[in-house]
């Protein structure tokens, strides 16, 4: 790793997010290794011993999801991070942060699936990231970067977020994010008042009333005021958090709907168009929960006419999101391999052409 | 300016650490750059390849799909990705490990080279590739050999700073052969 003089750094999208991690303040990781986030799992080993701060490897990710629990209910700030079939592995923990209104940041590098499936990105977990992925009502906030300077921002948002609203947040990436190398501008170390702000957590209660963490409520009543509660949590992160970017929507006949690294490629193909004079916009979800359903809304007002192509390396998640949004007043439609495949900038422009023509 | 790069060759020939110092350079000449690898199962022997892109603009997809430039360090990877040179690209091949017979695009630049042979000339094979890097610099002429060889410098272990010198001479042996 090089530091230049406009202090840039070469790094992968593991390092930039482990080393995001680190200025965020997180000072607990327990993960378990799984290709293609190994390199992160790696970095955190180094760089938190190097910090003073906790590494664990732990030895399974059930384990480790569990020790994240345990760790941010003490008032750490505790991180896991995992690939697909491990992070299916942690969703009982997942439920469990949720349903104590825990904060912690769970990275997913995804990969192929379903089951073992394959090494290769792929974006096959936006249904299990987005609408809860274990048992119960409830929501983790999900963030997706599209650049290894994005992810390493996410990071520092993704601990922010977590403490403010008591809840898990996922940062969605896929293998190509993780692995692929840009210069990075490294974010400020966050000075942090660690514990103190954390009036809720199992801190030791000398001299004060004990605070209880749980998610079991038998009492009649308690479980449904308490899932109340959430749901009133939930909507505030929905109006307070929606993020995406768009480009050229004003005159978009046409408008190009992806997010991480699937909105790389799609970035490539409307730059293409736009320089042939062609009238393609791009909208690119950031926080695929809360969905930017505000931005799909101005879309039909502002564009009542264009057709949306929704492309992901997927058979078609987001594309839902995209289609509740948008309320049936937009056409929508859909390009997406999966399992290794990756849509091609041909592949698009041919789809973006025949959305054209309806 | 744009250049998209694809390295290939096989797991130990240096073929991911090509790629980090072309990214490197492009880094310290204010350039954006991307770099993405084959990655996972990767084992010494197996493929492995690398792509490249560096521009003077922000670059949306890393993934290659038509390159400007195409380094085969040997047979397989020159078979695999001898379709993604855009016509007129620059082919850089290593000769020691791939057969006079095969054939490439008539339209293409292209510079046959015994890599792995110059690099065990000067005592080390595990430097055909700064051989190769010593050729693509003098042929695209997009970084000068200092800098190549600062990042060299600067990224050789502290218990390997022996082998700063024998890379230094593979880079300026690739720069001979095109002179």
């Known amino acids: 790793m090089g530091r230049l003089a406009e202090s840039k750094t070469l790094m992968s999208g593991n ?54 629990l345990g760790a941010a209910a003490a008032g750490a700030r505790a991180m896991t991070s995992s690939s697909s079939p491990g992070i299916s592995l942690k969703q009982e923990g997942i439920s469990y942060l949720a349903g104590c209104q825990l904060p912690c940041v769970i990275v997913n590098i995804m990969r192929g699936g379903p089951g073992l499936g394959n090494i290769a990105p792929s974006q096959s977990d936006y249904f299990q990231a987005t609408r809860g992925g274990g048992h119960g009502d409830y929501r983790c906030i999900v963030l997706a970067p599209d650049s290894v300077q994005e992810a390493h921002d996410l990071m520092m948002l993704s ?10 947040v996922i940062l969605l990436g896929d293998g190509m994010l993780g692995q692929m190398m840009e210069p990075l501008k490294l974010a400020p170390f966050n000075s942090l008042k660690r514990g103190k702000s954390k009036q809720w957590a199992l801190t030791g209660c000398l001299g004060r009333q004990p605070n209880v963490i749980k998610s079991f409520y038998m009492q009649e009543g308690q479980l449904e005021e308490f899932n109340r509660a959430l749901q009133g949590k939930y909507k505030r992160i929905q109006m307070q958090q929606q993020r995406w970017e768009e480009l050229y929507i004003s005159d978009a006949r046409v408008i190009l709907v992806a997010y991480g690294t699937m909105a790389r490629i799609t ?6 168009l736009r320089q042939r004079g062609e009238r393609v916009g791009f909208l690119r979800p950031i926080s695929l929960w809360p969905f930017p359903q505000r931005a799909f809304r101005r879309i039909v007002e502002r564009r009542p006419r264009a057709n949306l192509l929704v492309i992901e390396m997927s058979y078609g998640q987001m594309v839902e999101d995209v289609r509740l949004a948008v309320e049936g007043r937009l056409r929508v439609e859909f390009l997406g391999r999966s399992g290794g495949g990756i849509p091609s900038q041909e592949e698009i422009t041919r789809a973006t052409a025949r959305c054209r023509r309806r | 300016m744009i250049e998209r790069i694809i390295i290939a060759g096989s797991g130990g020939q240096g073929i991911m650490l090509m790629g980090k110092i072309l990214a490197e350079a492009a880094m310290l000449d204010n350039l954006h750059v991307t770099w993405f690898p084959t990655y996972g199962a990767e084992v010494r022997g197996g493929a492995a390849y690398c792509m490249v892109i560096i521009s003077s603009e922000d670059i949306p997809s890393p993934y290659i799909e038509k390159a400007d430039t195409l380094i085969a360090m040997n047979e397989a990877s020159l078979l695999k990705f001898r379709h993604r040179l855009r016509s007129r690209g620059l082919l850089l091949m290593n000769s020691s490990l791939i057969s006079k017979s095969i054939k490439t695009n008539a339209s293409l630049k292209v510079y046959a080279f015994p890599f792995t042979e110059a690099a065990s000339r000067l005592g080390n094979i595990r430097v055909a590739n700064m051989v190769a890097l010593g050729i693509y610099i003098a042929k695209r002429g997009i970084f000068n050999k200092q800098i190549i060889l ?25 720069m001979r052969l095109v002179r």
């Not at chain 2, 600067?154 to 593979?170: C, G, M, S, T």
């Open chain 1, 267 to 272: 970035r490539s193909v409307v730059r293409r």
């Open chain 1, 15 to 68: 390092e930039a997010i482990g080393e995001g991690a680190i200025r965020a303040g997180c000072d607990f990781y327990a993960g378990y290794p799984i290709t293609p986030q190994n390199e992160l799992t790696a970095y955190m080993a180094r760089r938190m011993a190097e910090q003073q701060r906790i590494f664990i490897q732990a030895e399974s990710e059930l384990s480790a999801i569990n020790m994240v």
């Open chain 2, 150 to 174: 600062s990042i060299i410098e600067r990224i050789a272990p502290a218990q390997k700073r022996d082998l700063i010198e024998v890379n230094r001479q593979a880079l300026e042996e690739g």
């Open chain 1, 159 to 168: 601990f922010e977020l977590a403490d403010r609203y008591r809840n898990p």
